[in-house]
Protein backbone atom coordinates (compact mmCIF):
# COMPACT_ATOMS: atom_id res chain seq x y z
CA UNK A 1 0.00 0.00 0.00
CA UNK A 2 1.16 3.22 -0.67
CA UNK A 3 0.83 6.45 1.50
CA UNK A 4 -0.92 9.55 0.31
CA UNK A 5 -0.31 12.79 0.50
CA UNK A 6 -1.22 15.97 0.46
CA UNK A 7 0.34 17.15 -3.00
CA UNK A 8 -1.64 20.69 -2.85
CA UNK A 9 -4.03 22.96 -1.75
CA UNK A 10 -5.85 25.59 -4.05
CA UNK A 11 -8.25 28.63 -2.44
CA UNK A 12 -10.16 30.96 -4.02
CA UNK A 13 -12.68 33.73 -3.04
CA UNK A 14 -14.96 35.37 -5.32
CA UNK A 15 -16.24 39.10 -4.48
CA UNK A 16 -19.63 39.02 -5.78
CA UNK A 17 -21.26 42.49 -4.11
CA UNK A 18 -24.15 41.98 -6.81
CA UNK A 19 -25.09 38.68 -4.91
CA UNK A 20 -25.58 39.45 -1.24
CA UNK A 21 -28.88 41.00 -1.89
CA UNK A 22 -29.41 36.70 -3.07
CA UNK A 23 -27.89 35.14 0.30
CA UNK A 24 -30.43 33.24 2.64
CA UNK A 25 -31.01 35.83 5.20
CA UNK A 26 -31.04 38.84 3.24
CA UNK A 27 -33.12 37.88 0.63
CA UNK A 28 -36.01 37.18 3.34
CA UNK A 29 -35.49 40.35 4.91
CA UNK A 30 -35.92 42.37 1.79
CA UNK A 31 -39.10 39.79 1.48
CA UNK A 32 -40.22 40.81 4.31
CA UNK A 33 -39.04 44.90 4.21
CA UNK A 34 -38.04 46.28 0.74
CA UNK A 35 -35.65 49.24 2.41
CA UNK A 36 -33.37 46.65 3.85
CA UNK A 37 -32.17 46.11 0.07
CA UNK A 38 -30.71 49.98 0.57
CA UNK A 39 -28.94 49.28 4.16
CA UNK A 40 -27.29 46.39 2.18
CA UNK A 41 -26.35 47.82 -0.60
CA UNK A 42 -24.76 51.01 1.34
CA UNK A 43 -22.57 48.44 3.41
CA UNK A 44 -21.09 46.68 0.73
CA UNK A 45 -17.31 46.88 -0.01
CA UNK A 46 -15.37 47.67 -3.07
CA UNK A 47 -13.10 44.91 -4.83
CA UNK A 48 -9.98 47.04 -3.61
CA UNK A 49 -11.07 46.80 -0.11
CA UNK A 50 -12.02 43.11 -0.26
CA UNK A 51 -8.38 42.12 -1.63
CA UNK A 52 -6.85 44.45 1.23
CA UNK A 53 -8.70 42.37 3.89
CA UNK A 54 -6.36 41.16 6.22
CA UNK A 55 -7.94 37.69 6.43
CA UNK A 56 -8.53 37.47 2.35
CA UNK A 57 -5.38 37.79 2.35
CA UNK A 58 -4.12 34.56 4.60
CA UNK A 59 -7.02 32.62 3.21
CA UNK A 60 -5.58 32.74 -0.44
CA UNK A 61 -2.27 31.78 1.57
CA UNK A 62 -0.05 35.29 0.77
CA UNK A 63 0.03 35.83 5.05
CA UNK A 64 0.07 33.41 7.77
CA UNK A 65 -2.07 32.89 10.10
CA UNK A 66 -0.55 34.15 13.26
CA UNK A 67 -0.03 37.34 11.46
CA UNK A 68 -3.62 38.82 12.19
CA UNK A 69 -3.12 38.40 16.00
CA UNK A 70 -0.53 41.33 15.68
CA UNK A 71 -3.79 44.01 14.23
CA UNK A 72 -6.10 45.50 16.01
CA UNK A 73 -10.04 44.26 15.23
CA UNK A 74 -12.01 44.49 13.41
CA UNK A 75 -9.85 44.07 10.41
CA UNK A 76 -11.69 46.28 8.27
CA UNK A 77 -9.94 48.82 9.25
CA UNK A 78 -6.32 47.84 8.93
CA UNK A 79 -6.14 47.49 5.28
CA UNK A 80 -3.52 45.52 3.97
CA UNK A 81 -0.98 48.22 2.08
CA UNK A 82 0.59 45.43 -0.14
CA UNK A 83 -2.18 43.24 -0.79
CA UNK A 84 -2.18 41.28 -3.87
CA UNK A 85 -4.84 39.68 -5.68
CA UNK A 86 -3.15 36.59 -6.57
CA UNK A 87 -1.49 34.37 -4.08
CA UNK A 88 0.87 30.69 -5.39
CA UNK A 89 -2.10 28.79 -4.77
CA UNK A 90 -5.67 31.12 -5.61
CA UNK A 91 -6.76 34.23 -5.94
CA UNK A 92 -9.75 36.47 -5.08
CA UNK A 93 -11.53 37.67 -8.05
CA UNK A 94 -13.73 40.31 -8.88
CA UNK A 95 -17.22 40.49 -9.48
CA UNK A 96 -17.47 41.21 -13.25
CA UNK A 97 -14.77 38.19 -14.07
CA UNK A 98 -17.00 36.26 -11.70
CA UNK A 99 -19.67 36.96 -14.14
CA UNK A 100 -17.51 35.36 -16.39
CA UNK A 101 -16.90 32.32 -15.08
CA UNK A 102 -20.70 31.69 -13.98
CA UNK A 103 -21.31 31.98 -17.50
CA UNK A 104 -18.38 29.86 -18.68
CA UNK A 105 -20.44 27.04 -16.37
CA UNK A 106 -23.55 27.48 -17.88
CA UNK A 107 -24.02 24.89 -20.17
CA UNK A 108 -27.91 25.12 -20.28
CA UNK A 109 -28.22 29.17 -21.12
CA UNK A 110 -29.53 29.44 -17.96
CA UNK A 111 -27.65 33.07 -17.34
CA UNK A 112 -27.40 35.88 -19.76
CA UNK A 113 -25.41 39.13 -19.95
CA UNK A 114 -25.48 42.52 -21.74
CA UNK A 115 -23.28 42.21 -24.54
CA UNK A 116 -21.41 45.86 -24.02
CA UNK A 117 -21.12 44.38 -20.30
CA UNK A 118 -18.84 41.25 -21.76
CA UNK A 119 -17.77 43.36 -24.65
CA UNK A 120 -16.08 46.11 -22.13
CA UNK A 121 -15.90 44.49 -18.43
CA UNK A 122 -15.53 40.64 -18.59
CA UNK A 123 -14.21 39.31 -21.89
CA UNK A 124 -11.62 41.51 -21.74
CA UNK A 125 -10.17 41.13 -18.30
CA UNK A 126 -10.58 37.46 -18.55
CA UNK A 127 -8.21 37.28 -21.45
CA UNK A 128 -5.43 38.02 -19.33
CA UNK A 129 -6.39 35.30 -17.08
CA UNK A 130 -4.02 32.95 -16.58
CA UNK A 131 -6.23 30.07 -15.90
CA UNK A 132 -8.18 30.77 -19.34
CA UNK A 133 -8.25 27.74 -22.06
CA UNK A 134 -9.12 27.37 -25.40
CA UNK A 135 -12.56 27.69 -26.20
CA UNK A 136 -13.26 29.55 -22.79
CA UNK A 137 -14.34 32.91 -24.78
CA UNK A 138 -16.46 31.27 -27.08
CA UNK A 139 -18.46 29.58 -24.66
CA UNK A 140 -18.98 32.63 -22.70
CA UNK A 141 -20.29 34.17 -25.70
CA UNK A 142 -21.06 37.62 -26.91
CA UNK A 143 -24.33 38.44 -24.73
CA UNK A 144 -27.58 40.38 -25.73
CA UNK A 145 -29.41 43.64 -25.47
CA UNK A 146 -30.24 44.95 -22.35
CA UNK A 147 -33.78 45.23 -24.05
CA UNK A 148 -33.33 41.40 -23.80
CA UNK A 149 -32.93 40.69 -20.26
CA UNK A 150 -35.21 43.30 -18.90
CA UNK A 151 -38.04 41.31 -20.83
CA UNK A 152 -36.40 38.06 -19.54
CA UNK A 153 -36.95 39.45 -15.98
CA UNK A 154 -40.38 41.42 -16.07
CA UNK A 155 -41.39 37.38 -16.75
CA UNK A 156 -40.84 37.01 -13.25
CA UNK A 157 -38.84 33.82 -13.88
CA UNK A 158 -35.46 35.33 -13.78
CA UNK A 159 -33.47 36.74 -11.36
CA UNK A 160 -32.04 40.16 -12.22
CA UNK A 161 -28.19 40.64 -11.61
CA UNK A 162 -26.23 43.95 -10.98
CA UNK A 163 -22.76 45.29 -10.46
CA UNK A 164 -21.98 48.68 -9.26
CA UNK A 165 -24.49 47.89 -6.52
CA UNK A 166 -27.83 48.71 -8.99
CA UNK A 167 -26.27 48.59 -12.72
CA UNK A 168 -28.47 45.85 -14.77
CA UNK A 169 -26.07 43.84 -16.67
CA UNK A 170 -27.94 39.75 -16.71
CA UNK A 171 -30.66 37.80 -15.97
CA UNK A 172 -30.83 34.36 -14.57
CA UNK A 173 -33.63 32.27 -15.83
CA UNK A 174 -34.98 29.31 -13.99
CA UNK A 175 -34.90 25.85 -15.40
CA UNK A 176 -38.15 24.90 -15.22
CA UNK A 177 -41.86 27.22 -14.58
CA UNK A 178 -43.06 24.35 -12.41
CA UNK A 179 -40.03 22.56 -10.65
CA UNK A 180 -39.08 24.74 -6.88
CA UNK A 181 -35.64 22.94 -7.67
CA UNK A 182 -34.85 24.08 -10.50
CA UNK A 183 -35.94 27.61 -9.49
CA UNK A 184 -33.91 30.71 -10.50
CA UNK A 185 -33.12 31.05 -7.20
CA UNK A 186 -31.81 27.53 -6.83
CA UNK A 187 -30.02 27.20 -9.93
CA UNK A 188 -27.89 30.53 -9.45
CA UNK A 189 -27.04 29.46 -5.92
CA UNK A 190 -25.40 25.70 -7.82
CA UNK A 191 -24.27 27.57 -10.73
CA UNK A 192 -22.39 29.85 -8.26
CA UNK A 193 -20.81 26.89 -6.48
CA UNK A 194 -19.74 25.24 -9.64
CA UNK A 195 -18.32 28.55 -11.32
CA UNK A 196 -16.07 28.73 -8.30
CA UNK A 197 -15.01 25.74 -7.89
CA UNK A 198 -14.10 25.63 -11.87
CA UNK A 199 -11.45 28.76 -10.52
CA UNK A 200 -10.11 26.91 -7.49
CA UNK A 201 -9.78 23.44 -9.58
CA UNK A 202 -7.91 24.93 -11.95
CA UNK A 203 -5.60 26.55 -9.65
CA UNK A 204 -4.48 23.75 -8.00
CA UNK A 205 -3.96 21.91 -11.15
CA UNK A 206 -2.17 24.61 -12.52
CA UNK A 207 -0.34 26.15 -9.26
CA UNK A 208 0.66 22.36 -8.18
CA UNK A 209 2.00 21.26 -11.85
CA UNK A 210 -0.28 18.25 -12.11
CA UNK A 211 -1.43 17.34 -15.44
CA UNK A 212 -5.81 17.43 -15.63
CA UNK A 213 -5.52 13.99 -17.57
CA UNK A 214 -3.87 12.48 -14.77
CA UNK A 215 -6.89 12.97 -12.19
CA UNK A 216 -8.70 9.86 -11.82
CA UNK A 217 -11.60 11.00 -9.36
CA UNK A 218 -13.07 14.01 -8.29
CA UNK A 219 -15.14 14.14 -4.73
CA UNK A 220 -17.51 16.88 -4.07
CA UNK A 221 -17.64 18.59 -0.67
CA UNK A 222 -20.03 21.33 -0.91
CA UNK A 223 -23.56 21.61 0.76
CA UNK A 224 -25.67 22.67 -2.34
CA UNK A 225 -28.93 19.89 -3.27
CA UNK A 226 -28.17 19.57 -6.83
CA UNK A 227 -30.97 18.04 -8.31
CA UNK A 228 -34.70 18.55 -9.74
CA UNK A 229 -38.16 17.82 -7.89
CA UNK A 230 -37.52 14.16 -8.30
CA UNK A 231 -34.37 13.65 -6.52
CA UNK A 232 -33.46 16.85 -5.23
CA UNK A 233 -30.10 16.35 -4.05
CA UNK A 234 -28.97 13.80 -6.77
CA UNK A 235 -25.99 15.71 -6.83
CA UNK A 236 -22.24 14.92 -8.78
CA UNK A 237 -20.97 18.26 -8.54
CA UNK A 238 -17.44 16.99 -8.32
CA UNK A 239 -17.84 15.50 -12.28
CA UNK A 240 -19.86 18.89 -13.44
CA UNK A 241 -16.81 20.94 -12.20
CA UNK A 242 -14.32 18.28 -13.49
CA UNK A 243 -15.29 18.60 -17.12
CA UNK A 244 -14.62 22.40 -16.75
CA UNK A 245 -11.63 21.76 -15.66
CA UNK A 246 -9.83 19.34 -18.29
CA UNK A 247 -9.97 16.28 -15.73
CA UNK A 248 -11.46 13.98 -18.49
CA UNK A 249 -10.37 10.70 -17.78
CA UNK A 250 -12.05 11.22 -14.16
CA UNK A 251 -15.27 9.91 -12.60
CA UNK A 252 -16.68 11.15 -9.35
CA UNK A 253 -19.01 11.95 -7.08
CA UNK A 254 -20.29 14.07 -3.84
CA UNK A 255 -19.79 14.02 -0.21
CA UNK A 256 -22.25 15.49 2.07
CA UNK A 257 -22.46 16.05 5.32
CA UNK A 258 -22.86 19.87 6.23
CA UNK A 259 -19.67 21.47 7.39
CA UNK A 260 -18.27 17.96 7.83
CA UNK A 261 -18.19 17.07 4.57
CA UNK A 262 -14.45 18.18 3.49
CA UNK A 263 -12.86 16.16 6.51
CA UNK A 264 -14.74 13.02 5.06
CA UNK A 265 -13.97 13.49 1.53
CA UNK A 266 -10.20 13.90 2.61
CA UNK A 267 -10.08 10.82 4.02
CA UNK A 268 -12.02 8.61 1.31
CA UNK A 269 -9.31 10.35 -1.45
CA UNK A 270 -6.92 9.09 0.82
CA UNK A 271 -8.52 5.40 1.48
CA UNK A 272 -8.80 5.46 -2.10
CA UNK A 273 -5.22 6.35 -2.61
CA UNK A 274 -3.50 3.63 -0.37
CA UNK A 275 -5.90 1.00 -1.43
CA UNK A 276 -4.31 1.74 -5.04
CA UNK A 277 -7.37 2.27 -6.69
CA UNK A 278 -6.74 6.06 -7.61
CA UNK A 279 -3.32 7.51 -8.23
CA UNK A 280 -4.51 11.42 -8.02
CA UNK A 281 -7.86 12.41 -6.88
CA UNK A 282 -9.00 16.21 -6.50
CA UNK A 283 -11.31 16.98 -3.25
CA UNK A 284 -13.14 20.21 -4.93
CA UNK A 285 -15.63 22.41 -2.82
CA UNK A 286 -17.53 25.54 -4.17
CA UNK A 287 -19.24 28.71 -2.76
CA UNK A 288 -22.29 29.15 -1.31
CA UNK A 289 -24.63 32.09 -2.32
CA UNK A 290 -27.05 30.68 0.65
CA UNK A 291 -24.49 32.16 3.24
CA UNK A 292 -23.93 35.99 1.66
CA UNK A 293 -24.47 38.01 4.08
CA UNK A 294 -25.87 35.64 6.75
CA UNK A 295 -25.12 37.91 9.60
CA UNK A 296 -25.19 41.54 7.57
CA UNK A 297 -27.05 43.02 10.35
CA UNK A 298 -24.27 42.82 12.92
CA UNK A 299 -21.59 44.44 10.69
CA UNK A 300 -24.19 47.08 9.86
CA UNK A 301 -25.01 47.68 13.49
CA UNK A 302 -21.05 48.07 14.40
CA UNK A 303 -20.86 50.30 11.67
CA UNK A 304 -18.60 47.96 10.11
CA UNK A 305 -19.00 46.74 6.16
CA UNK A 306 -20.84 43.40 5.11
CA UNK A 307 -17.76 40.93 5.10
CA UNK A 308 -19.81 38.08 3.95
CA UNK A 309 -20.11 39.33 0.43
CA UNK A 310 -17.75 36.78 -0.68
CA UNK A 311 -17.91 32.82 -2.05
CA UNK A 312 -15.09 31.04 -1.14
CA UNK A 313 -13.80 27.68 -2.82
CA UNK A 314 -11.21 24.99 -2.18
CA UNK A 315 -9.35 22.04 -4.08
CA UNK A 316 -7.29 19.80 -2.61
CA UNK A 317 -4.59 17.15 -4.63
CA UNK A 318 -4.37 13.98 -2.91
CA UNK A 319 -2.25 11.52 -4.38
CA UNK A 320 0.17 8.32 -4.08
CA UNK A 321 3.31 9.53 -2.09
CA UNK A 322 6.05 11.44 -3.83
CA UNK A 323 8.24 11.50 -1.54
CA UNK A 324 8.60 14.98 -0.32
CA UNK A 325 4.49 16.54 0.15
CA UNK A 326 2.98 15.87 3.65
CA UNK A 327 2.04 12.32 4.68
CA UNK A 328 -2.35 12.03 5.73
CA UNK A 329 -1.66 9.84 8.44
CA UNK A 330 -4.68 7.07 7.95
CA UNK A 331 -4.01 5.53 11.01
CA UNK A 332 -4.47 8.22 12.89
CA UNK A 333 -8.49 8.94 11.79
CA UNK A 334 -11.26 10.35 14.64
CA UNK A 335 -14.46 10.01 13.71
CA UNK A 336 -17.73 10.57 15.48
CA UNK A 337 -19.67 7.52 16.54
CA UNK A 338 -23.20 7.99 16.69
CA UNK A 339 -22.86 6.59 20.75
CA UNK A 340 -19.98 8.68 21.20
CA UNK A 341 -22.61 12.10 22.44
CA UNK A 342 -22.80 15.35 20.68
CA UNK A 343 -20.86 17.75 24.52
CA UNK A 344 -17.85 19.69 23.08
CA UNK A 345 -15.89 16.94 25.05
CA UNK A 346 -17.56 13.84 23.82
CA UNK A 347 -16.68 15.00 20.50
CA UNK A 348 -13.39 16.20 21.10
CA UNK A 349 -12.35 12.85 22.70
CA UNK A 350 -13.59 10.70 19.55
CA UNK A 351 -11.51 13.49 17.33
CA UNK A 352 -8.88 14.32 18.91
CA UNK A 353 -7.79 12.13 21.96
CA UNK A 354 -8.64 8.90 20.94
CA UNK A 355 -6.58 8.81 17.14
CA UNK A 356 -3.93 10.37 19.40
CA UNK A 357 -3.80 7.88 21.75
CA UNK A 358 -3.54 5.11 19.35
CA UNK A 359 -0.67 6.82 17.87
CA UNK A 360 1.08 6.96 21.61
CA UNK A 361 0.96 10.29 21.17
CA UNK A 362 -0.43 13.60 23.40
CA UNK A 363 -2.09 16.42 22.90
CA UNK A 364 1.47 18.28 23.26
CA UNK A 365 2.74 16.45 20.13
CA UNK A 366 0.40 18.22 17.93
CA UNK A 367 2.36 21.33 16.13
CA UNK A 368 -1.26 22.85 15.47
CA UNK A 369 -4.58 22.20 15.52
CA UNK A 370 -7.51 23.59 12.85
CA UNK A 371 -11.07 23.73 13.81
CA UNK A 372 -13.81 25.52 12.80
CA UNK A 373 -11.95 28.74 11.59
CA UNK A 374 -15.21 31.39 11.01
CA UNK A 375 -13.95 35.31 10.94
CA UNK A 376 -14.69 36.87 14.41
CA UNK A 377 -15.32 39.61 12.19
CA UNK A 378 -18.58 38.33 11.19
CA UNK A 379 -19.66 36.16 13.91
CA UNK A 380 -18.94 38.28 16.92
CA UNK A 381 -21.13 41.75 15.81
CA UNK A 382 -23.54 39.38 15.19
CA UNK A 383 -24.06 37.64 19.01
CA UNK A 384 -22.65 34.28 17.54
CA UNK A 385 -18.90 34.74 20.26
CA UNK A 386 -15.40 34.02 18.68
CA UNK A 387 -15.60 30.43 17.54
CA UNK A 388 -12.31 29.34 16.98
CA UNK A 389 -11.19 30.57 20.65
CA UNK A 390 -13.88 29.08 21.95
CA UNK A 391 -12.79 25.57 20.37
CA UNK A 392 -9.00 25.92 21.50
CA UNK A 393 -10.23 26.53 24.91
CA UNK A 394 -12.02 23.29 25.11
CA UNK A 395 -9.25 21.67 23.64
CA UNK A 396 -6.70 23.69 26.32
CA UNK A 397 -8.91 22.77 29.02
CA UNK A 398 -8.77 19.03 27.49
CA UNK A 399 -5.17 18.91 27.59
CA UNK A 400 -5.65 20.36 31.50
CA UNK A 401 -7.72 17.18 32.48
CA UNK A 402 -5.33 14.99 30.73
CA UNK A 403 -2.59 16.06 32.81
CA UNK A 404 -0.48 17.24 30.11
CA UNK A 405 -0.39 21.08 31.12
CA UNK A 406 -0.73 23.44 33.67
CA UNK A 407 -3.95 25.56 34.06
CA UNK A 408 -1.84 28.54 33.89
CA UNK A 409 -0.53 26.83 30.31
CA UNK A 410 -4.13 26.76 28.93
CA UNK A 411 -3.78 30.85 26.99
CA UNK A 412 0.01 29.72 25.58
CA UNK A 413 -1.81 26.76 24.19
CA UNK A 414 -4.29 28.48 22.49
CA UNK A 415 -1.65 30.64 21.17
CA UNK A 416 0.94 28.11 19.88
CA UNK A 417 -0.93 25.51 19.01
CA UNK A 418 -4.04 27.35 17.64
CA UNK A 419 -5.27 29.61 14.82
CA UNK A 420 -7.27 32.81 14.58
CA UNK A 421 -10.37 32.90 12.41
CA UNK A 422 -10.26 34.18 9.02
CA UNK A 423 -12.82 32.11 6.65
CA UNK A 424 -15.65 32.55 4.93
CA UNK A 425 -18.38 31.66 7.05
CA UNK A 426 -19.47 29.44 4.83
CA UNK A 427 -19.56 26.03 6.87
CA UNK A 428 -18.19 23.84 4.62
CA UNK A 429 -15.35 26.37 3.53
CA UNK A 430 -14.65 27.18 7.01
CA UNK A 431 -13.93 23.68 9.34
CA UNK A 432 -10.99 23.06 9.81
CA UNK A 433 -9.41 23.13 5.51
CA UNK A 434 -8.26 26.99 5.47
CA UNK A 435 -5.46 25.59 7.43
CA UNK A 436 -4.51 22.90 5.33
CA UNK A 437 -2.42 24.82 2.30
CA UNK A 438 -0.96 26.56 5.22
CA UNK A 439 0.31 23.53 7.52
CA UNK A 440 1.59 21.80 3.99
CA UNK A 441 3.42 24.52 3.06
CA UNK A 442 4.95 25.00 7.00
CA UNK A 443 5.87 21.61 6.99
CA UNK A 444 7.50 21.37 4.04
CA UNK A 445 9.98 24.37 5.11
CA UNK A 446 10.03 22.76 8.00
CA UNK A 447 8.22 25.26 10.35
CA UNK A 448 6.16 22.49 11.90
CA UNK A 449 6.33 18.75 11.78
CA UNK A 450 2.57 18.13 11.50
CA UNK A 451 -0.88 19.33 11.97
CA UNK A 452 -4.21 17.85 12.85
CA UNK A 453 -7.45 18.71 10.93
CA UNK A 454 -10.86 18.55 13.14
CA UNK A 455 -14.32 19.40 10.90
CA UNK A 456 -17.42 19.10 12.61
CA UNK A 457 -20.71 18.72 11.74
CA UNK A 458 -24.82 19.68 12.27
CA UNK A 459 -26.24 17.18 11.29
CA UNK A 460 -29.93 18.34 13.19
CA UNK A 461 -30.27 20.94 10.91
CA UNK A 462 -31.52 18.77 8.70
CA UNK A 463 -34.36 17.58 10.65
CA UNK A 464 -33.41 13.87 10.34
CA UNK A 465 -31.23 13.36 13.52
CA UNK A 466 -30.68 15.65 16.35
CA UNK A 467 -27.23 13.97 15.92
CA UNK A 468 -24.06 15.93 15.15
CA UNK A 469 -21.03 14.90 12.85
CA UNK A 470 -17.14 14.79 13.21
CA UNK A 471 -14.18 13.78 11.55
CA UNK A 472 -10.55 14.33 11.94
CA UNK A 473 -7.49 13.77 10.11
CA UNK A 474 -3.43 14.11 10.87
CA UNK A 475 -0.87 15.36 8.09
CA UNK A 476 3.06 15.22 9.32
CA UNK A 477 6.45 15.60 7.20
CA UNK A 478 7.01 12.95 4.84
CA UNK A 479 9.64 10.59 5.42
CA UNK A 480 11.11 11.29 2.42
CA UNK A 481 11.33 7.51 0.59
CA UNK A 482 9.56 7.98 -3.25
CA UNK A 483 8.19 4.66 -4.43
CA UNK A 484 9.26 5.56 -7.57
CA UNK A 485 13.13 6.39 -6.84
Given amino acids: MTTPVIKGVSYCLAHTPGLVRYGSKPHR ?21 AVAYLPNQVFIGNLRPHLLNQYERPWTTVPHADA ?11 EEEFYGWLKLADVFNLVSFEAQFLAEQV ?29 KVATGYALPLYVNKSQLIGAFEAGHEEDESLSAHTLLENLSNKATGIVAMRHALRSFDVQAENIQYVLGCDEEAVGDRYQRGGGNMAKSIAEHAGCM ?36 GGGSTAKLGMKFAGNLSKNMPIIEDQMGAIAILIGADDG ?31 PLERLGK ?11 LHNPDATEPNGNGNVPRGNYRTLAAMAVKRNEIERSEMKRFEEERGLPGFSP ?18 IMKQEIENAMFIGKGSLFLGKMTTLSDGMSFLIEKNKGVNPDD
Fill in 324 to 354: KSPALRLDAVGKHDIAAGSSAQAIYEALVIN
Fill in 249 to 284: NASGADVKSFCCAPTHAVNIAGSLVQAGLYKDIVVI
Fill in 29 to 49: EIQTDPLVLDKILNGLRSFDE
Fill in 425 to 442: TQGHIASAIPFLGHARDM
Fill in 84 to 94: ERFSPWGEILP
Fill in 123 to 151: KPKLALHPLMMANDMEKIGSGVSLVEIEE
Fill in 362 to 372: KMTDIDKYAVE
